[in-house]
């Protein structure tokens, strides 16, 4: 008996918070003023109402609201289905009580004319006639006003019907478009967070061993990084890797290239690129053993001529590594391998007179900053000016004719 009145009955008997708050012990009669604000208490998902069922604290919601897109949508379409099932079997309903509640009140209706005729048929007297007619006038206006109900209350299920199909269909639509945008947005995030203006790509390629089975079955035969340039208004390039090898290195070695992409500002850059390139495995436990391949472009090659698609043939080692080198704790940890392409910058030219523009007020901008500009000098310039300031157009002659003979770095 005492153990019933200390599990269910007794009001100051301490118990724990089933939310595991770390409040400690509070008496019964408080514990569920407790639990019903309790910080720790599971929250619904805001989608409840369409069928999710998370719960969780409220980091978990926020967590669970930022990684369940595709989850939510599918919820979302699964309730959408639903719904119209539900509408369509309402309507079946309704007509079917319309059809049963029409041919009732005929037949009731009908019965009553006839026995209303025999009644005439027997009645002699005046009042009666008139009392007959009246209820027959009744009772037909009762079942004109009968058929013009049933007539809007299909119009209003139709009406009804099509409205709420036609917000699902919005609604759906609304919802696939903003996980396009999101999509989208989180992919010029990542573009633009990893891009590198000084001719350097660090390339962190997680999951080898799943990826490189990929490529040994075909279904994803080679990988593209990132893209990186020489400086801001630069070359384009990026690096193209074969985990499981291509051409002589193919199942054996993996095959590293680099590649040459058709950049925004291509018309304002020396062709074909020469600059020297440099492809690198890094050593993960020392760095003193990185791998390392150099090569400077052949000229008449058409991968480093200005590119007329939206990147030239890559070009590179395919017997970079080989697997057996390669899969190693030096170069391979916790299934990760870093590349690098580097891309010597040192020489390179812009024609700076090409990228700027007069305002308005006859003064001059620039569009390269203190970072991108390299070396000036005359066999590449007839004109030099220096970046980060602002020319009226005669003190560009001015100095222009100070620097002819001049370079400026």
């Not at 891009?195 to 061993?209: E, F, Q, S």
């Not at 090569?295 to 890559?314: G, L, W």
């Not at 003064?363 to 030099?384: D, G, M, P, T, W």
């Amino acid at each position: 008996m005492g153990n019933v009145h200390e599990d269910k009955l007794c009001r100051k008997y301490p118990l724990q918070c089933l939310y595991n708050c770390g409040i400690g012990q509070l008496p019964r009669e408080e514990m569920q003023l407790h639990m019903d604000t309790c910080s720790n208490k599971p929250k619904t998902c805001v989608y409840i109402s369409v069928g999710c069922t998370f719960k969780g604290t409220k980091e978990d919601l926020e967590k669970h609201l930022k990684t369940s897109t595709m989850h939510h949508i599918n919820v979302v379409s699964t309730f959408a289905t639903k719904l119209r099932g539900t509408i369509n079997y309402v309507q079946n309903d309704v007509q079917t009580l319309q059809r049963d509640v029409g041919n009732l009140k005929m037949v009731t209706h009908t019965e009553r004319l006839i026995r209303l005729e025999k009644n005439l048929g027997n009645c002699v007297e005046k009042s009666v006639m008139t009392t007959l007619s009246r209820d027959i006038k009744n009772i037909k206006d009762k079942l004109k006003k009968l058929e013009d109900r049933i007539v809007v209350l299909q119009r209003n299920s139709k009406e009804n019907q099509q409205k709420a199909i036609e917000k699902i269909k919005a609604h759906e639509s609304k919802v696939a478009i903003q996980d396009v945008q999101l999509s989208e947005l989180d992919l010029r995030f990542q573009i633009l967070e990893t891009a590198n203006y000084d001719g350097v790509l660090m390339w962190k390629i997680r999951d080898y061993k799943r990826r490189k089975q990929e490529a040994i079955t075909g279904r994803t035969l080679s990988l593209y990084s990132q893209p990186f340039y020489s400086s801001r208004f630069g070359y384009k390039f990026c690096g193209r890797v074969y985990l499981n090898g291509d051409g002589p290195g193919k199942g054996t070695h993996l095959s590293f290239f680099f590649v040459v992409m058709k950049g925004d500002f291509d018309a304002l850059m020396p062709w074909p690129f020469q600059q020297h390139v440099t492809l690198s495995l890094l050593d993960q436990e020392s760095r003193r053993s990185d791998i390392t391949e150099s090569f400077f472009p052949d000229a008449d090659s058409n991968s480093f001529s200005r590119p007329t698609t939206e990147m030239n043939i890559a070009t590179g080692c395919p017997l970079f590594i080989s697997h057996r080198e390669l899969e190693t704790d030096r170069y391979c940890k916790d299934d990760t391998i870093f590349l690098k392409l580097t891309v010597d910058i040192n020489g390179l030219t812009f024609t700076i007179m090409d990228c700027i523009k007069f305002d308005e007020n006859n003064k001059l901008q620039l569009i390269y900053s203190q970072q991108e500009h390299r070396i000036c000098n005359k066999q590449n310039f007839s004109k030099v000016i220096c970046v980060d300031k602002t020319f009226s157009r005669e003190m560009v002659e001015r100095h222009n004719n100070y620097m002819s003979d001049e370079e400026l770095t």
